[in-house]
């Protein structure tokens, strides 16, 4: 599959397209779109949300068309293997730039648990993106791609995708999902592994 990630149009939409090649199934939508002011996000923080997002349908080569590191790409075959899954993620360049180093953290499982924590929903697209107390609420596509997801745990790594996505511009350094992690604890762990290398962490409390 080849998954391309392009910066907000004017409207404020950023997209991560997926064409199929090879063995791929046909995801239900071939963008993600967020509505959120990404900017050029990190190429390793995309490559990481793109595999996240349309994992459920990527067999084979995956091509991300913007070079990445290479831990990354030794992240994102291991976070395959455990699906019995070969992926060929390209390309990957030498060396390594600069990760985004955040300062907060970011409940996805509803309000936040105490006073000072934060929130992120994800809303249908027809709704707009903004902050309403400690809740930031991102207009997405990814609720169609969630519902149709071949497992709950699939249906989580979407929603973990779409926050690795936003993660930079909300300087995010910690993400906290005792949902995803009390449904499928075997997934949530490698997940965990999978941020570790992009600098963010994953919890579930």
Not at 53 to 65: H, K, M, T
Not at 79 to 107: D, E, K, M
Not at 114 to 136: D, F, K, M, Q, W
Request: proline share 6%.
């Amino acid at each position: 599959m080849k998954l391309l990630y392009t910066a907000p149009s004017a409207e404020g939409w950023a997209e991560i397209s997926a064409s199929r090649i090879d063995f791929d199934a046909n995801p239900p939508l071939n963008q993600l779109r967020v509505c959120w002011p990404l900017g050029e996000a990190n190429v390793d923080r995309t490559a990481i949300a793109a595999s996240l997002v349309f994992s459920p349908w990527i067999a084979g080569r995956c091509d991300l068309i913007r070079p990445f590191s290479a831990l990354t790409e030794q992240r994102i075959v291991e976070w395959f293997q455990r699906q019995a899954i070969w992926v060929a993620p390209t390309p990957v360049r030498a060396g390594g730039l600069p990760l985004p180093r955040g300062s907060r953290q970011f409940h996805l499982s509803g309000e936040g648990t105490r006073s000072n924590a934060h929130s992120l929903t994800l809303v249908e697209s027809l709704h707009g993106s903004g902050e309403s107390g400690s809740t930031t609420h991102v207009a997405t596509n990814a609720n169609i791609l969630m519902s149709s997801a071949p497992s709950i745990s699939a249906a989580f790594e979407i929603r973990l995708g779409v926050a690795v996505l936003v993660a930079e511009s909300l300087s995010i350094n910690e993400l906290i999902d005792p949902e995803f992690a009390n449904a499928a604890p075997e997934a949530f762990g490698h997940a965990r592994q999978l941020l570790e290398c992009v600098a963010l962490g994953l919890r579930d409390a």
